[in-house]
């Protein structure tokens, strides 16, 4: 026995060694490496998003330029009763800029300072067919930088302006006369930039001449300071240079006719590394030292012996011989640790009998608690004919990991979402549970869905020993005015309906798993939906089915039943779509859940449903005012025409509101828009608390008179009851509530 155990103490120094070795060596390594690779990523995120501020202020600065040449041409165009083709030279000799188009509101060149370019169709071409958003639907347009059709050296940029008299101005700009314009702004935008400690940002033109570089050199060729752009390097590429003698990354990007390069010193972006993997490894030989002296003296002393003659009775009992006895009392430990394997195999005995039909028992029964944690009662909120909601959830095994959720937050506010916990089973349907139950109560205590999600990722990390994490999709609804506020924590994109529209996927970029990282914060996004919109969500087991041939469902199928099924009632409709994976699925397994909730937004029953918003009752909130209606009108296909019209009636009425319906005070007004699509009617409600006045009891001027006889005022009510439908108004609860109706 003490040759058998003296060797057994050997081969234990040798692999304990051994092993501490390999564990610092490829801790070690595997740290330098990560580190490497997070420095690496560091420095290209921050490199990347350097340059697209860069980019963005170029852009701006060329797009701001060149629309105030054009508007100030448009001005003195629309002064002139007639121009012609000189006309339009004289103008750019002015203004410096080489090609002045006028175009009629037909879309034809009437004038333009390059003579054939006259009775050119610009809706033939695909590069000037993009300004004919000028004759309906923009006031102004701006293209990015391209070759000439007729000269492909010169790089050139247009700007288009409408017109009043009808039609617009379009006017070309070369590359060249933007850098000498704006070199100075974007001088003073670059030049003093920092990336890090001692990173910059360096501008060249499109000769690769410096014009902008917090180390000097300006006028100089890049390649003076270390930086070759070889044909080999892509834009937003990291590649190193050694710029002004030192070793640095660099990475650039293009902007109108401008070369953007990002530069960080390399001793700048590793040193982190450097400093974690120095402190690290000094603690890893201490520690492993430490480890390896203890462990050794206190295994050779104390548990090897005793080890391998327990270990030969296991082998015995693991072999199937249930009546071994385990004898070793050399110490209390061993001795507890004899009774007790003693004890459990009598134990197991026991269990094995009935254990297949308890567990069986059990599972169901953790399904049955599963399941009535989800809603299931449909419809859940009978009373409220505006919306819907239905969800189904087929587990692949008798408990999930998948859940949905929906409730109210109040009598105005929905909230709903879609979640699939990683792994099967009941380890996943105990962190569904943990997680259905955080994110509902932080959504009950009124937070923002973008800190539901941060909140709750933290809390399910806190003693995720077993490292599973959750892909969630939510969105909080405002049922009065459709405004959604959603986020996606790693989660499938849903599916969206508009009411005259298809199905298609709602794809943002979505944000990190729930409990897959500490500090993780997520944001928001904001979607507007409107009477008749349905929104579908869904897990990952819907795309990811599988059939016999190891073929997904996939995306591509889900958009087109959804298509060819999208009027169906959501009763019939999530069971159809079951049926319909089960179809292709065919004999293969189930391997995964597959969850799915419909939600449907729908008219209140008697009318149409309004969109409100409340603006202050001052002129300066014009534009948010227009701005509304405009947003509101396109969703409902509404001609330009009429969408046009439409705001001038409102301008009309919102000035007069702001001016005299709260005299010297301050107020409100709200607006309501809502469209009934079998009558294709828009209602306008226009509210507000000031004074009651009713602008239909004045007289229609007479518009047959001269300008000077007419009587002053009622002119723009006049106009709002020509361009409306049907205007009333009444004094109702002491409010002024002014409605309009436009059929379209």
């Given at each position: 026995?003490?040759?058998?155990?003296?060797?057994?103490?050997?081969?234990?120094?040798?692999?304990?060694?051994?092993?501490?070795?390999?564990?610092?060596?490829?801790?070690?390594?595997?740290?330098?490496?990560?580190?490497?690779?997070?420095?690496?990523?560091?420095?290209?995120?921050?490199?990347?998003?350097?340059?697209?501020?860069?980019?963005?202020?170029?852009?701006?600065?060329?797009?701001?330029?060149?629309?105030?040449?054009?508007?100030?041409?448009?001005?003195?165009?629309?002064?002139?009763?007639?121009?012609?083709?000189?006309?339009?030279?004289?103008?750019?000799?002015?203004?410096?800029?080489?090609?002045?188009?006028?175009?009629?509101?037909?879309?034809?060149?009437?004038?333009?300072?390059?003579?054939?370019?006259?009775?050119?169709?610009?809706?033939?071409?695909?590069?000037?067919?993009?300004?004919?958003?000028?004759?309906?639907e923009?006031?102004?347009?701006?293209?990015?930088?391209?070759?000439?059709?007729?000269n492909?050296?010169?790089?050139?940029?247009?700007?288009?302006?409408?017109l009043?008299?009808?039609?617009?101005?379009?006017?070309?700009?070369?590359?060249?006369?933007?850098h000498?314009?704006?070199?100075?702004?974007?001088?003073?935008?670059?030049?003093?930039?920092?990336?890090?400690?001692?990173?910059?940002?360096?501008?060249?033109?499109?000769?690769?001449?410096?014009?902008?570089?917090?180390?000097?050199y300006?006028?100089?060729?890049?390649?003076?300071?270390?930086?070759?752009?070889?044909?080999?390097?892509?834009?937003?590429?990291?590649?190193?240079?050694?710029?002004?003698?030192?070793?640095?990354?660099?990475?650039?990007a293009?902007?109108?006719?401008?070369?953007?390069?990002?530069?960080?010193?390399?001793?700048?972006?590793?040193?982190s590394?450097?400093?974690?993997?120095?402190?690290?490894?000094?603690?890893?030989?201490?520690?492993f030292?430490?480890?390896?002296?203890?462990?050794?003296?206190?295994?050779?002393?104390?548990?090897?012996?005793?080890?391998?003659?327990?270990?030969?009775?296991?082998?015995?009992?693991?072999?199937?011989?249930?009546?071994?006895?385990?004898?070793v009392?050399?110490?209390?430990?061993?001795?507890?640790?004899?009774?007790?394997?003693?004890?459990?195999?009598?134990?197991?005995?026991?269990?094995?009998?009935?254990?297949?039909?308890?567990i069986?028992?059990?599972?169901?029964?953790?399904k049955?608690?599963?399941?009535?944690?989800?809603?299931?009662?449909?419809?859940p909120f009978?009373t409220?004919?505006?919306f819907?909601?239905?969800?189904?959830?087929?587990?692949?095994?008798?408990?999930?990991?998948?859940?949905?959720?929906?409730?109210?937050?109040?009598?105005t506010?929905?909230a709903?979402?879609?979640a699939d916990?990683?792994?099967?089973?009941i380890?996943?349907?105990?962190?569904?549970?943990?997680?259905?139950?955080?994110?509902?109560?932080?959504?009950?205590?009124?937070?923002?869905?973008?800190?539901?999600?941060?909140?709750?990722?933290?809390?399910?990390?806190?003693?995720?020993?077993?490292?599973m994490?959750?892909?969630?999709?939510?969105?909080i609804?405002?049922?009065?005015?459709?405004?959604?506020?959603?986020?996606?924590?790693?989660?499938?994109?849903?599916?969206i309906?508009?009411?005259?529209?298809?199905?298609?996927?709602?794809?943002?970029?979505?944000?990190?798993?729930?409990a897959?990282?500490?500090?993780?914060?997520?944001?928001?996004?904001?979607?507007?939906?409107?009477?008749?919109?349905?929104?579908?969500?869904?897990?990952d087991?819907?795309?990811?089915?599988?059939?016999?041939?190891?073929?997904?469902?996939?995306?591509?199928?889900?958009l087109?039943?959804?298509?060819?099924?999208?009027?169906?009632?959501?009763t019939?409709?999530?069971?159809?779509?079951?049926?319909?994976i089960?179809?292709?699925?065919?004999?293969?397994?189930?391997?995964?859940?597959?969850?799915?909730?419909?939600?449907?937004?729908?008219?209140?029953?008697?009318?149409?449903?309004?969109m409100?918003?409340?603006?202050?009752?001052?002129?300066?909130?014009?534009?948010?005012?227009?701005g509304?209606?405009?947003?509101?009108?396109?969703?409902?296909?509404?001609?330009?025409?009429?969408?046009?019209?439409?705001?001038?009636?409102?301008?009309?009425v919102?000035?007069?509101?702001?001016?005299?319906?709260?005299?010297?005070?301050?107020?409100?007004?709200?607006?309501?828009?809502?469209?009934?699509?079998?009558?294709?009617?828009?209602?306008?409600?226009?509210t507000?608390?000031?004074?009651?006045?009713?602008?239909l009891?004045?007289?229609?001027?007479?518009?047959?008179?001269?300008?000077?006889?007419?009587?002053?005022?009622?002119?723009?009510?006049?106009?709002?009851?020509?361009?409306?439908?049907?205007?009333?108004?009444?004094?109702?609860?002491?409010e002024n509530?002014?409605?309009?109706?436009?059929?379209?």
């Open positions: 026995m003490k040759n058998k155990g003296q060797k057994i103490s050997q081969a234990f120094q040798r692999w304990l060694l051994a092993l501490v070795a390999i564990a610092f060596l490829t801790s070690t390594a595997f740290l330098w490496f990560s580190q490497t690779r997070l420095s690496e990523t560091n420095t290209t995120n921050l490199l990347q998003l350097n340059l697209s501020d860069v980019d963005q202020d170029i852009k701006d600065l060329s797009d701001d330029n060149l629309l105030r040449v054009t508007r100030r041409i448009a001005r003195e165009m629309n002064n002139r009763d007639s121009v012609s083709s000189f006309d339009l030279m004289v103008l750019a000799d002015k203004h410096s800029v080489p090609e002045i188009n006028l175009v009629d509101a037909n879309g034809i060149i009437t004038a333009s300072t390059n003579p054939t370019f006259v009775d050119f169709n610009m809706g033939s071409g695909t590069q000037s067919g993009a300004f004919m958003v000028l004759l309906e923009q006031n102004e347009f701006v293209q990015s930088y391209q070759p000439l059709t007729y492909e050296s010169i790089w050139r940029k247009y700007a288009g302006v409408a009043k008299s009808g039609g617009f101005v379009q006017v070309g700009y070369d590359s060249y006369s933007f000498e314009d704006v070199a100075d702004k974007i001088t003073q935008s670059t030049r003093n930039r920092h990336i890090g400690e001692n990173g910059s940002i360096v501008v060249a033109d499109e000769k690769l001449n410096i014009i902008s570089n917090r180390g000097g300006i006028g100089s060729k890049l390649s003076t300071i270390g930086i070759v752009l070889g044909s080999n390097i892509e834009p937003e590429t990291l590649f190193t240079a050694t710029v002004h003698g030192v070793p640095s990354y660099c990475m650039y293009v902007s109108e006719g401008s070369y953007i390069i990002a530069v960080m010193p390399q001793s700048e972006a590793v040193l590394r450097n400093v974690s993997v120095g402190i690290t490894t000094v603690m890893e030989v201490i520690i030292f430490a480890l390896f002296v203890l462990i050794y003296f206190l295994i050779k002393k104390l548990i090897v012996n005793n080890i391998e003659r327990i270990n030969d009775s296991l082998t015995k009992i693991t072999d199937g011989d249930l009546n071994e006895v385990v004898d009392r050399t110490h209390v430990e061993f001795a507890s640790l004899s009774d007790d394997i003693n004890s459990t195999v009598g134990t197991l005995k026991k269990y094995i009998a009935d254990a297949a039909a308890r069986d028992a059990e599972l169901a029964f953790a049955a608690i599963q399941h009535s944690a989800l809603p299931s009662v449909f419809p009978p409220r004919k505006e819907d909601i239905w969800a189904t959830m087929d587990t692949a095994k008798e408990v999930g990991g998948d859940f949905y959720d929906f409730y109210k937050l109040n009598d506010t929905v709903f979402l879609a916990v990683s792994g099967k089973g380890p996943a349907a105990m962190f569904m549970m943990t997680a259905k139950t955080i994110i509902k109560d932080l959504a009950e205590s009124g937070m923002a869905v973008n800190d539901i999600f941060t909140k709750a990722n933290e809390k399910l990390c806190e003693n995720n020993e077993s490292r994490f959750v892909t969630a999709w939510m969105g609804l405002d049922l009065t005015t459709g405004k959604m506020q959603f986020a996606n924590a790693g989660h499938n994109p849903p599916l309906k508009r009411a005259n529209g298809d199905f298609e996927y709602l794809k943002t970029r979505a944000g990190f798993v729930l897959g990282m500490e500090g993780v914060r997520y944001r928001a996004s904001e979607l507007t939906i409107y009477p008749g919109d349905r929104l579908f969500l869904y897990t087991g819907v795309p990811e089915a599988t059939n016999t041939e190891n073929k997904l469902y996939g995306e591509d199928r889900l087109d039943f959804m298509n060819k099924n999208a009027t169906a009632e959501a019939e409709f999530l069971p159809a779509l079951k049926a319909n089960d179809e292709f699925v065919g004999e293969a397994p189930q391997f995964d859940d597959i969850t799915m909730l419909m939600f449907d937004y729908k008219l209140k029953e008697g009318g149409v449903q309004m409100n918003k409340t603006f202050p009752a001052k002129v300066e909130a014009l534009s948010d005012v227009l509304f209606v405009d947003e509101t009108l396109e969703s409902f296909e509404c001609p330009m025409k009429i969408q046009t019209a439409v705001c001038v009636a409102i301008e009309e919102f000035v007069n509101v702001a001016h005299y319906a709260y005299g010297e005070g301050e107020g409100d007004m709200t607006l309501g828009i809502g469209f009934d699509a079998e009558s294709r009617e828009i209602t306008f409600r226009m507000d608390k000031g004074t009651p006045f009713d602008p009891k004045k007289p229609d001027p007479d518009i047959t008179l001269p300008a000077e006889d007419r009587e002053i005022g009622g002119l723009g009510i006049f106009i709002t009851k020509k361009t409306m439908d049907t205007v009333t108004y009444a004094y109702e609860n002491g509530i002014l409605t309009m109706i436009k059929k379209i």
